[in-house]
């Protein structure tokens, strides 16, 4: 798993956290660490259940990372110990270069309402409240001046594309809107981290495209930092920077969309990612080979050949393929050529994605 270790671009960094339930979760730990006793044993000995099992991550600044897994994988167990809605067993959590679970009642509740914002699945609007009321709630909270607050629900109101219904009641609205309007009462706090827990999970597929759609449009503008629940991989694929799978409190693996689905790590990882098209997840730069190869195999480069940015999708390269067998130039962010795809490199790589499958 390989992490950044530069503390300036770390925003979160979870070390060695454990979350085991039970009133002998203390013995269960010891006992864990003693004789390195199983799940089942936990459980069977101590009548405790293992939430999640030393786990170790870091999420840099700015970045969506995606923590996705099965039902019971410990996905939402991780991530309430961010705002500390649970304490950890064992382990620490910096953010932002604090130690939350250092933290007194007082800075803890002052980290929960101005650093930190969560949306959860089910929308959580109070039915008696405008659109706008429910936005700026959490600027009452800190007790923001009225027309402060509805001048900032206003604005976040536009932003989530419900222009119009900020004096509508949550029940008028559908569930697409509703959960527009919790991803707005959490952008109203201006906090630096959203912790987003299977947000869009309770929508149908067509408003769930288009709310990923926005959330991304809106996070490219915003810069959080975002740790996005999911069980969903095309979901995490199409949102993350960054994926961790979880499996049984544990993370698998950690990387980019890309990375995982063409190195899973284990059989576990394989099976999740084989129902995925490889076409809109590899990217040029991963199945390019350097000049210097090509060169060294087939001569100089032709003149002429058409170029793809680095980040070009799979299905544009083959697209490009299918019509000329020439060989396809990939440049950097600068312009500057860098690599070099041939018919044979794609046809490579779909025919080991579908092998996989």
């Known amino acids: 798993m390989n992490q950044t270790s530069d503390s300036s671009s770390t925003a979160i960094q979870i070390e060695g956290v454990w979350k085991i339930f039970g009133d002998r979760a203390i013995e269960a730990m010891a006992a864990i660490e003693k004789d390195d006793i199983t799940k089942q044993q936990v459980l069977e000995q101590y009548d405790c259940v293992i939430g999640v099992a030393d786990v170790d991550l870091q999420i840099n600044r700015g970045e969506i990372f995606c923590i996705m897994g099965l039902s019971g994988s410990g ?50 609007l109070v039915p008696h409240r405008s659109v706008l009321d429910n936005i700026a709630m959490p600027l009452e909270i800190r007790k923001i001046p009225k027309n402060k607050r509805r001048a900032t629900a206003e604005k976040i109101l536009d932003m989530v594309e419900l222009t119009g219904w900020g004096n509508k ?47 991304m449009q809106l996070a490219s503008v915003m810069k959080r930092t975002t740790v996005f629940i999911t069980h969903d991989l095309d979901e995490a694929v199409r949102i993350g920077n960054r994926i961790a799978i979880m499996r049984d409190g544990r993370i698998v693996q950690i990387g980019t969309p890309e990375e995982i689905v063409l190195n899973p790590a284990d059989e576990y990882v394989a099976d999740f990612v084989s129902g995925i098209s490889r076409l809109k997840v590899v990217r040029a730069h991963a199945v390019m080979q350097s000049i210097e190869s ?35 130039l990939v440049a950097d962010n600068e312009g500057r050529e860098v690599g070099v795809v041939t018919r044979e490199d794609l046809l490579r790589t779909v025919i080991e994605g579908a092998e996989t499958s």
Do not use: C, W
């Open 75 to 124: 996905k939402s167990t991780l991530v309430r110990h961010i705002n500390r809605l649970l304490e950890p067993t064992k382990g620490r959590i910096i953010v932002n270069g604090n130690d939350v679970l250092a933290f007194s009642d007082d800075e803890l509740r002052r980290y929960r309402n101005t650093h930190i914002a969560m949306v959860f699945q089910n929308f959580a």
């Open 169 to 215: 009641f949550a029940h008028e609205l559908s569930g697409g809107m509703q959960q527009r309007v919790g991803l707005a009462r959490a952008l109203a706090v201006d906090a630096e981290i959203l912790l987003m827990d299977e947000p869009f999970s309770a929508l149908d597929p067509l408003i769930r495209r288009q709310l990923q759609d926005e959330f």
């Open 294 to 328: 090509f060169e060294q195999a087939h001569g100089p480069l032709p003149e002429g050949l058409q170029q793809f940015d680095h980040d070009a999708h799979l299905g544009e390269l083959i697209n490009s393929a299918i019509s000329s067998d020439r060989p396809l």
